[in-house]
């Protein structure tokens, strides 16, 4: 080899170092390179433990695959233990050393572009991704910092959004309010733009958040339900064993609000979610969070959505109101316990629950609900404790493919529809009450094993009706008081009823089906028991004390009265078969006197009327003494 050559191939090494050193240093072209002075041995010591800020490799390869996890952003920058790597288009071009430490906004501002980050009085504008690695901590906001608002610049690509990342780290939000900016305009981005920024807890990160209010973050999905292509992001999202809090926290006009997928011990305390384009809020599989506080009102879906295996974590401390779909929407849970939870004015009713099993539903709330619960989908071992329904359509509906659900110790009032709507299989209410509403229980078409137990009705159209195809029907303990109407409707076959007590209304129990009613009263109503049942209604220890009609039964329809008192102005229309001692009569005195009493007032009352008028027109003349005859004086 000549000598020339050799002289040539150390020149290009040498010349090669030189630049590696200078990308090294984050100098540019055109930087001016100081000759730098000597310094002591124990300053040169410390230089040497510092990192190197060589790009090597395997920095390149991390930085690459996080810069393609994140959406492949446009500009993102890397903040490391003792540097921050300035990243555009997935290349690192520039390497800045920082003190270590906890970073803040003066740290950013130091070491990004000045048209990445911006900071004018108590606003910073930031147009770039932030992503932390393991151990790296960034505070924006909080004591000490003039920081007040911080604008996340976006645009029509999720390449555009400036998006914050824990990585592996932790971000702590204080005493701030975030939004989103168009660089274009200096306004908030609209809801359809796709580059909108979002807050993100990466698996293995921390995200606090305090006395934060978010606006216009997060970008929906154009894709169908399921469609992993293009989601869409939540404004603050909680990943795969990320962790952290939410506290005094309002998102506004967000994608969806807020999500955690498969998180661990999130703590979420007085969070407002409102006017979302899509869900609230939505719990994904997320374990161990605590949650209290939590308002979710005007979103475009459902207020809050929960689905996934949770680990067992309580639903608790939930208000809806005025959401597009349900206030909260509970999907694929097991175990899952339900309580504290008040909803008004949702779109398509209070509370969901859909592919459910073992759930249980404690105090909870719905006001001027289309449905205040609403449960299908193969939802089994559902137990609804406490529930407090007011006005609306329906109070509780069951779906024909739910099974096993049991309704204890709730009340259903002023439902335009339905108190309780059943179509089911294996379903009981206890201790049930219901008032005012249009139909207090209907059991309709396909529902089987119906067990009523202590079901109570006060006022409203009809109290208990069953449609035909349904069967196994049990009714005990119930009591129906000044029904309109008909205190039962049942065209349910071998109905079975016992210890029924009804009060006013129209007719006591309306038979289209074979039916045993035992140890029951009806009084006051205007009819007793009308049957029009092909097959035969048997009747045993009834007493009827009724205005009008005592037992009327259809011709063809089979009737049995067993030891039964039956009193009316006419105790029996119709053929039946009498067993035992029955005693069929007019009413009792004091149903007859409350009766005639009310003719008689009626009576007085328009003949002082009638005589006022007459006094008015001048037509009342004074009475003369009849003449007696001729013979009696």
Request: glycine share 14%; charged share 15%; aromatic share 2%.
């Amino acid at each position: 080899m000549s000598t020339g050559a050799t002289s040539r191939r150390w020149t290009v090494r040498i010349l090669a170092a030189g630049i590696t050193t200078a990308v090294g240093l984050g100098l540019t072209a055109g930087t001016a390179v100081a000759a730098t002075p000597a310094v002591p041995a124990v300053a040169q010591q410390t230089a040497a433990v510092a990192p190197t800020q060589v790009v090597t490799p395997d920095t390149a390869a991390s930085v690459r695959r996080s810069w393609e996890s994140r959406g492949r952003p446009h500009r993102m920058a890397v903040l490391r233990d003792y540097r921050i790597d300035v990243v555009t288009d997935g290349r690192v071009t520039r390497q800045v050393g920082h003190a270590g430490g906890t970073v803040g906004i003066a740290t950013l501002s130091r070491a990004l572009p000045s048209r990445w980050l911006t900071v004018s009085g108590g606003t910073a504008t930031l147009d770039a991704t932030l992503v932390l690695t393991s151990g790296v901590s960034l505070q924006l906001g909080g004591s000490g910092s003039s920081l007040q608002t911080l604008q996340l610049a976006g645009g029509d690509s999720p390449a555009d959004a400036a998006s914050i990342h824990t990585g592996g780290g932790r971000v702590d939000l204080v005493g701030l309010t975030v939004t989103s900016v168009d660089p274009g305009t200096g306004q908030p981005l609209p809801a359809t733009a796709k580059g909108r920024p979002a807050i993100v807890a990466s698996g293995g990160g921390r995200l606090e958040v305090a006395d934060v209010t978010v606006n216009d973050l997060g970008a929906v999905s154009d894709g169908a339900p399921g469609d992993e292509g293009d989601r869409g992001t939540a404004a603050i999202e909680f990943h795969t064993g990320s962790t952290g809090s939410l506290v005094r926290t309002t998102v506004a006009r967000a994608s969806t609000g807020v999500e955690l997928s498969h998180s661990d011990g999130v703590h979420i305390e007085q969070l407002t979610v409102s006017d979302s384009a899509e869900d609230g809020l939505v719990l994904a599989g997320d374990r161990g969070t605590t949650m209290s506080g939590i308002r979710a009102t005007g979103n475009g879906a459902n207020g809050v959505l929960v689905s996934g295996e949770s680990g067992g974590r309580p639903i608790t401390g939930i208000s809806t109101n005025a959401n597009g779909a349900f206030g909260v929407a509970v999907v694929g849970e097991n175990g899952t316990q339900v309580t504290g939870v008040d909803t008004m004015a949702d779109d398509a009713g209070g509370l969901r629950i859909s592919r459910s099993t073992n759930l249980t539903v404690s105090g909870y709330t719905a006001t001027d609900q289309r449905m205040g619960v609403f449960t299908h989908v193969h939802s089994t071992g559902i137990v609804l404790d406490g529930l407090r329904t007011t006005g609306g359509a329906r109070g509780l509906v069951v779906e024909k493919s739910t099974s096993g659900l049991e309704a204890k110790n709730s009340t259903f009032t002023g439902a335009r529809v339905a108190g309780v709507a059943v179509n089911g299989n294996d379903i009981a209410l206890n201790d049930v009450h219901v008032a005012d509403s249009r139909s207090a229980v209907r059991v309709d078409r396909g529902a089987h094993d119906i067990r009523l137990t202590g079901l109570a009705v006060e006022g409203g159209r009809d109290g208990l009706v069953t449609a035909a195809g349904t069967s196994g029907l049990v009714v005990t303990g119930l009591t129906v008081a000044d029904v309109e109407s008909d205190a039962v409707r049942s065209f349910t076959p071998d109905a079975r009823i016992t210890g029924a007590e009804i009060s006013g209304g129209g007719t006591g129990f309306d038979l289209a089906a074979g039916a045993t009613i035992t140890n029951s009263t009806v009084t006051a109503a205007r009819e007793g028991i009308r049957s029009r049942s092909p097959e035969m209604v048997y009747a045993s220890g009834v007493t009827v004390d009724t205005t009008e009609l005592g037992v009327n039964s259809a011709e063809g329809s089979p009737f049995t009265l067993v030891d039964s008192n039956v009193h009316a102005l006419e105790s029996v229309r119709g053929l039946i078969t009498q067993q035992g001692t029955n005693d069929l009569s007019l009413p009792p005195l004091n149903l007859l006197g409350a009766i005639g009493i009310p003719l008689i007032v009626l009576a007085v009352v328009l003949e002082e009327l009638h005589t006022y008028r007459q006094r008015r027109l001048g037509r009342i003349t004074r009475r003369r003494t009849p003449r007696l005859p001729a013979e009696a004086s």
